[in-house]
């Protein structure tokens, strides 16, 4: 069960401060994340509209993969990597598009299907909170930019795929992002993906594994439910999949869950920050 802040989505589109309402709200009460509940019956068009209008007063909404729009499909595929994007495991928790220069600010996810087999709950952790709970040693070591990861392929609007980067900035609170995968951690064991003297590897990757186990301290669990939007500042909180429910075989593909999922950029004028 999760303590993510939840709005009424017809309480945010009435009334003269309708949308800034939930950007105001998000960004305060909500602490970088927020549940919208649309009405039961309504069109899934219809809300994918408005959440577009609702996630615009946070920055200019992305389309990181234009041949999809601004909305893609999180399907489940029965052939995909169990713990990747579509598969049927845990997708383990982490930040989207983790080396880009200019790394999406918030993202979006609509439940258009949840899971039948009442599995598939969006996993968040504040890494604040996490890297709150290291010593100054274990930040200090996560600051030195030294990390690298695979770039994604076929993406726009985000920048160049830095070479080397931080985990941390820093300030946490400062507007920057935490560059933050716990899928590299396995890496960091061989001594990959962080280029710095050998002597000092074991102590990176030490630190790493810290943050690690913070992350999975602080996480906290929402099912999202039809009609349902969360939003969230990825700068702040990682983000996962809880595995979907078994027997996904024995589930019809067109029931199977499908979450649209949308970026929203950091508002460099007007908006949220």
Known sequence: MSDVLTLQGNDLLHGPTAPREFAARLTGEGAGAALVSFPEGTD???NLELGL???STLGPVL?????DGCWSDLKVRLDAD???THGVGENRLHVDLVDRELSPRYIALYCVRDDPRVGGASALSDLWAAAGDLSTADRRLLSRPVFSYWADEGVHGVGGSLPRFAVLPERTDAGTPIRFTSKMLPHLRRGELVEA???TVPCITEAFDRLVGATYEHRITVRLAPRQLLVFDQWRYAHGRMPLGRGQDKVPAEQRRLLKQGYVGHASSGGAR
């Open 53 to 55: 209008g609702l996630m």
């Open 63 to 67: 389309s990181v993969y234009p041949d």
């Open 82 to 84: 169990p713990a990747r």
């Open 197 to 199: 003297d050998s002597s």
């Open 44 to 46: 899934h068009r219809r």
